[in-house]
Nanobody
Framework: QVQLVESGGGLVQPGGSLRLSCAAS????????MGWYRQAPGKQRERVAI???????VYGDSVKGRFTISRDNAKNTVYLQMNSLKPEDTAVYYC??????????WGQGTQVTVSS
């Protein structure tokens, strides 16, 4: 059984910052991909950023230069540092863990609202 627990969402003003965390527990393979997706009301879920267990990263075009993804393999935790937040970043952010041969797992989601 794999569980993902997210934290760090909330309300922030435009231009502000937030840091999301996601801790994975259970049967975690050493080689995996962790990341963040988001879904705004009325829109499809989109990839924000992913990071492999080896440290390679991929960012969505809309967050490049503003968001930074990182991970602590010893803690099976992934982080998303979000700077220069914009109202269009408002969404539910979901943590994901992909392990070949096991499956793709999702957290429950955490709300991020950017508003003045």
């Amino acid at each position: 059984q794999v569980q993902l627990v997210e934290s760090g969402g909330g309300l922030v003003q435009p231009g502000g910052s937030l840091r999301l965390s996601c801790a994975a527990s259970g049967s975690i393979f050493r080689v995996n991909v962790m990341g963040w997706y988001r879904q705004a009301p009325g829109k499809q879920r989109e990839r924000v950023a992913i990071v492999t267990s080896g440290g390679s990263t991929v960012y969505g075009d809309s967050v490049k230069g503003r968001f930074t993804i990182s991970r602590d393999n010893a803690k099976n935790t992934v982080y998303l540092q979000m700077n220069s937040l914009k109202p269009e970043d408002t969404a539910v952010y979901y943590c994901t863990l992909l392990m070949s041969g096991s499956g793709n797992y999702w957290g429950q989601g955490t709300q991020v609202t950017v508003s003045s």
